[in-house]
């Protein structure tokens, strides 16, 4: 009778180099015949051999690293007096593992401070995989230098650090900035101040230099119709020119600064929108002219012009002979009541009639009453030619201002002060007082520079806008 059947499927050897599994009859009959039943039963009892023998061979191998690995424990712990935790047994009926012995003394971590750097245990305990056997079909493929582990390090303890205090800011730079701007720069000046006197006094031994000075003291005689003293009106515009003066710089630098304004100024009666600091700035300037104007016109109506004017060719060599004087620190031989020395003459009439005259037509160039529509009149003077003179010029005023107050407290404070604040030749606080009385009215004024305090002025006359 014929007999009908499908493929057996095969799997993997069960023993390395053997035959698919399973082994015999390659096809199982569909109908359950005596015959084919036969050739399955022998090809399960054949394969059940071959099964039995693959699962010998492990238990053999197993077997032997198992008493390999009892040996190399042994050995291992003969030394050492902890007694040894025993588990479960290796393989089924046997001894408990490990066997009884002794284990190694754990390894001594080593100490890490606070902040230190992890460092590797000294003489880390590795047991020698060499002590187990094994056949060479499970001995696993050697490790790359890149994948050996490293030693059982100790993590060091977290330090908590504390939080930095936020520098204290002044302006643009740190205070721990500005320090450092100052010692840097002050020890700076105070070399090359000692340079330059040392230079100036080896210059007046020269030859012909003694003479030189005899001949020109520093200052030459004025005009007899020239009354002494400082009147009421000079003075009270020697202070608004420095009152001005302070808040038109501070004013010029936050315009030059500024890159979105804080607050905008539009005139009641129509006109440009411009920031709340070149409003201000524009106002003091006006203030300032108007101020100067009226000391030119007192000045020549009073007499008193020819105290900073030149009418003399010998004002040039006393400049000369007076600042020489200077630089050797032994201060030349005057008196502001009744007049001043050549330098001094040359510094006021550069600045009354120079300096000042150069910043307004410069300042008036490059604000909004500017007629913008005169081509010729631009071409004639462009914009660039006033910004190139205007900062300098800002400049040159500070300087001036600087040098000129060192040198009224170092040539007689008290004396000088009283000249221009009280109007009497003595020696007396009075000038003082008015000076520091000063000081503080201009200092409030440099506070109130702000938008907060700006706009309750400027809403006066025109329209606050944040836009």
Do not use: C
């Not at 009149?377 to 107050?405: C, D, I, K, Q, S």
């Amino acid at each position: 009778m014929a007999t009908y059947g499908h493929s057996v499927r095969r799997g993997l050897p069960r023993v390395p180099g053997g035959e698919p599994w399973p082994m015999g009859a390659s096809r199982v009959a569909d109908g359950g015949g005596i015959a084919d039943r036969t050739v399955v039963t022998e090809t399960v009892v054949a394969a059940e051999q071959t099964r039995g023998s693959s699962v010998a061979v492990l238990a053999s191998v197993a077997a032997a690293a198992v008493s390999a690995a009892e040996t190399a424990a042994v050995r291992l712990t003969a030394a050492s007096g902890t007694p040894l935790r025993r588990g479960l047994p290796r393989v089924p009926g046997g001894e408990p593992w490990p066997p009884v012995g002794f284990a190694l003394a754990p390894a001594r971590l080593p100490e890490v401070s606070a902040g230190a750097e992890p460092s590797a245990v000294e003489n880390p305990v590795v047991v020698p995989m060499s002590a187990v056997s094994e056949p060479d079909e499970l001995k696993p493929e050697p490790a790359s230098a890149s994948e050996v582990p490293s030693p059982i390090t100790r993590a060091a303890p977290a330090v908590q650090a504390r939080p930095r205090r936020a520098p204290l800011v002044l302006g643009s730079r740190s205070l721990a900035r500005w320090v450092r701007v100052v010692l840097l720069f002050g020890g700076g000046a105070v070399v090359a101040a000692g340079i330059i006197v040392l230079v100036a006094r080896g210059v007046t031994t020269l030859p012909g230099v003694p003479g030189f000075l005899a001949r020109y003291p520093g200052e030459y005689h004025l005009p007899e119709f020239v009354e002494d003293g400082f009147p009421a009106w000079a003075r009270w515009s020697h202070f608004l020119n420095f009152f001005f003066m302070v808040l038109i710089v501070r004013t010029g630098l936050l315009v030059r600064r500024q890159r979105k304004p804080d607050a905008f100024y539009t005139p009641k009666r129509g006109g440009k929108k411009v920031s709340l600091y070149l409003w201000l700035h524009t106002l003091l300037d006006v203030l300032w002219l108007v101020n100067g104007v009226m000391f030119v016109v007192l000045l020549f109506v009073s007499g008193h012009w020819v105290r900073i004017v030149p009418t003399s060719l010998e004002v040039f060599p006393n400049a000369l002979s007076a600042g020489l004087q200077y630089l050797t620190l032994e201060w030349p031989v005057e008196d502001g009541w009744v007049n001043y020395n050549s330098l001094q003459q040359l510094m006021y009439f550069t600045v009354v009639f120079i300096a000042a005259p150069l910043a307004a037509i410069s300042g008036v160039r490059m604000s909004e009453w500017w007629p913008q529509g005169a081509e010729k009149l631009n071409r004639v003077y462009p914009a660039p030619v006033a910004r190139a003179l205007h900062y300098p010029t800002m400049l040159f005023f500070v300087g001036f201002v600087v040098v000129h107050v060192f040198l009224v407290f170092a040539t007689g404070a008290l004396k000088n002060l009283n000249h221009m604040f009280a109007g009497t030749p003595g020696v007396s606080w009075v000038g003082f007082w008015w000076f520091a009385g000063g000081l503080v009215v201009a200092g409030v004024a440099l506070w109130a520079v702000r938008p907060l305090v700006l706009a309750s002025i400027a809403g006066i006359a025109g329209r606050v806008s944040e836009r």
